[in-house]
């Protein structure tokens, strides 16, 4: 008891493997952080693509939240 904690930085990842988002506050909510991880980039044939398998998609920015726009990768 009486330990406490220092948070030193805050990251989320709007979209899963694109590049992380510093936060300064996040709120928590039942799935976890609320917008960390919400969305994927998906191939043509519908299956999930990873920076395991793509490491590029470290480089990609996510989008600020209400921004609907769509991209198609080649």
Known sequence: SGKVLE???L???PIKSVRA????TARLGPEGLDGDRRL????????ALTQRQHPRLA??????HGCARAYACT
Do not use: G, H, I, R
């Open 7 to 9: 948070l030193a930085a």
């Open 11 to 13: 990251w989320t990842y």
């Open 21 to 24: 988002v510093a936060q300064s």
């Open 40 to 47: 994927l980039v998906a191939s043509a044939a519908n299956e």
């Open 59 to 64: 480089t990609v920015p996510a989008l600020p």
